[in-house]
């Protein structure tokens, strides 16, 4: 019943900007933690960034600071995730999940915490 859906990936070239859109069906974003997670070939899955219910609170991870930012639109109940001065090391499946608005739910690195996840969204950012 439950569904997030990721949409946004492609290819794009080292310094490009590209939004991510993750709509939920099935439950209500303001609800919920939610978070922007990737996955490269070979490493474990690390958090992004992530907002709490209220949306004033959110958490975005040193590798992407100042160049990654999350973002909600209750109305149409969709989580963003904004990507600028992108880099190949970038370059990765990205997840979005959502979780109980607790403040371990959004420290969590690996996102064990979440309770949904959508299937994910390829990254590629060449050189």
């Known amino acids: 019943q439950v569904q997030l859906v990721e949409s946004g990936g492609g290819l794009v070239q080292a310094g490009d900007s590209l939004r991510l859109s993750c709509v939920a069906s099935g439950l209500t974003v303001n609800m919920y933690a939610t978070g922007w997670f990737r996955q490269s070939p070979g490493k474990e899955r690390e958090v992004v960034a992530a907002?709490?219910?209220?949306?004033?609170?959110?958490y975005v991870a040193d590798s992407v600071k100042g160049r990654f930012s999350i973002s909600r639109d209750n109305t149409k109940n969709t989580v963003y995730l904004q990507m600028s001065s992108l880099k190949p090391e970038d370059t990765a499946v990205y997840y979005c999940?959502?979780?109980?608005?607790?403040?371990?739910?959004?420290?969590?690195?690996?996102?064990?915490?979440?309770?949904?996840w959508g299937r994910g969204t390829l990254v590629t950012v060449s050189s």
């Open positions: 999940a959502a979780g109980p608005d607790r403040f371990r739910t959004v420290i969590s690195n690996r996102g064990n915490e979440y309770d949904y």
């Open positions: 907002i709490r219910r209220s949306g004033g609170i959110t």
